[in-house]
């Protein structure tokens, strides 16, 4: 009777335990798509499109080629990428997701635009669309609108700085260096995936 009981639970957790990971699947549309059952990921040409939704915070991108894992929750994009978070977009050469961390790593001649305001472009950024914050490095140039506001006295000028952090919620520069060391933002390969 016991080892009955325990059977009957244990297939109930294995029942369950998928339509739970699955819940999180993205929304994956391609011109062209398989799946790489060596490599453990998704690879897409054509039009890709990608959602992801992780306890609410949603994502989409679209690119010419993408690889996505779907167990890692991670998603490589090279050639035209658009990244869409919210109100705020980046496009970008390649970029790198990570919807565990809900991050995006955006390299290669990025623009980003926000609604509150803000026009960047860099030669790269990090995107945290949890706190929503993003740091730009690299000749950085920012466009503000009005209402864009500078944390600590900080002032804008039409120079091209190394790194400027923005809070996107707030509408508020953080801070700005025109000379600091820009770090090298390398997009990892997908077959190295430690997760994976």
Known sequence: MKLTKILTLLILLIILCPARSFADRPEITAGQSYFDIFRGYYVLKDNVHVVMNNHGFE???????????????????TGKVKFTHGAETFACNSAYLQWKTRTAEVVGGVKFNSPKN???TADSAIFNWQTKIVDFYGRVNVTPFSNLHMSGGLKLSNKLYSHVRYDVLENTILQIEENSVTPQIVIPDPDDDSEG
Do not use: G
């Open 118 to 120: 803000l026009k960047v």
């Open 59 to 77: 994502a989409t991108i679209s690119a010419d080629e993408a690889k996505v894992n779907v167990v890692t929750q991670k998603c490589w994009a």
